[in-house]
C-alpha cells in the first residue's frame, strides 16, 4: 500500500471524505519536488494536512472553516503541525497569513471558484527561489486563470499540469 493511500484510509476511517481531497497524483507530484523535513503552507485543511504531517513535514495549514479543522486536529496531528483558524477578508481569502517563506505551498481554498485570487496578493512574501507552489482544482476556470496570473508573476523554472484519477486537475509550479 502506499503512502497516500495509507494516509487516505486513516482520514476516511469514520467517513468517507475523499470527495474534495487532493488526489494521489497530487500529493505524489508534491513528494517528488520537496526534501524531507520541509516548511510548507497549505490554505484549506483536510487529508493533505495529515500527508504533509506524517511525511515529517514543518506544516502551517489555515482554514475558516472550524468543523474541518476540529476533524484534522483529531486525527493527533504531531508538534510539527500547525492550524490556523482564519476569517475571509473582502477580497474572498484568508485574513490571517503568516508571512514567512516556505518551501512549499498548496493552494486548495478557500472552497468555491475565484476564492483563492487573494493569494496573488502575499505570495512573494511567502516564497523563495525554488519554492513548489501546487494549485488545485485548475479544471475550474477561475484557477487555472489564477495559475496563469502566478507562471506570469515568477517565470517559474518548471509547471508541471497534471490530471488526477477524479478527472480533476492541478499545477505545480516551481518559482
Not at 517528488?32 to 497549505?42: A, N, V
Not at 485570487?117 to 484557477?143: A, Y
Amino acid at each position: 500500500m502506499s503512502f497516500y493511500d495509507a494516509v487516505a484510509r486513516v482520514w476516511n476511517q469514520d467517513r468517507d471524505y475523499s470527495q474534495g481531497a487532493i488526489g494521489k497524483e497530487v500529493w505524489d507530484a508534491i513528494a517528488m519536488h520537496i526534501h524531507p523535513d520541509s516548511k510548507t503552507l497549505e490554505f484549506g485543511c483536510g487529508l493533505s494536512t495529515l500527508l504533509f504531517d506524517y511525511a515529517g513535514h514543518h506544516h502551517t495549514a489555515i482554514d475558516n472553516n472550524q468543523k474541518w479543522i476540529d476533524l484534522v486536529k483529531s486525527h493527533e496531528l504531531t508538534v510539527r503541525t500547525q492550524i490556523v483558524h482564519s476569517a475571509i477578508n473582502s477580497l474572498g481569502f484568508y485574513e490571517s497569513v503568516p508571512i514567512e517563506t516556505f518551501d512549499c505551498i498548496l493552494i486548495d481554498g478557500p472552497a468555491g471558484e475565484g476564492n483563492r485570487n487573494g493569494v496573488l496578493n502575499i505570495l512573494h512574501s511567502l516564497t523563495k527561489k525554488g519554492t513548489v507552489v501546487v494549485l488545485d482544482d485548475t479544471n475550474r476556470p477561475m484557477e487555472k486563470n489564477l495559475s496563469t496570473a502566478i507562471q506570469r508573476l515568477f517565470q517559474p523554472s518548471l509547471v508541471i499540469e497534471g490530471e488526477t484519477s477524479h478527472d480533476r486537475k492541478f499545477d505545480l509550479i516551481i518559482v
